[in-house]
């Protein structure tokens, strides 16, 4: 059997933004009033994040110390909130909105 194959996993450490994507799968997503989202924490219930729309950038933006902090000095900083919320918005939008044809006439 060739050792290269599938079933070798290569040890390699994630990147913080892997680390962030991986742990937003724990974090619940709900829609705010009257925009936005909220993201609860994935230790405690206790804890809410807001997550709303930077409207001259287009970027998720959250109310987390990690996103407060690093955001200002790394644009386009996601936090595992806005990771979390990328792929709500990503489920519904296939869910409900999502058109093939629509995509094809916009690309040609
Ligand atoms: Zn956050």
New binding site residues.
Partial sequence: MNAKGKGVTEVKAFSPAEQRAARSERIRVVEAEPYGWV?HSESSDEFR?HIFLEPHSRLLA?T?A??IYRGNGEPGFE????SAVLKFIGRRYLATEYDPLRQRAQVA
């Fill in positions: 993201a994040y959250c987390c990690d996103f936090c595992k909130h806005v």
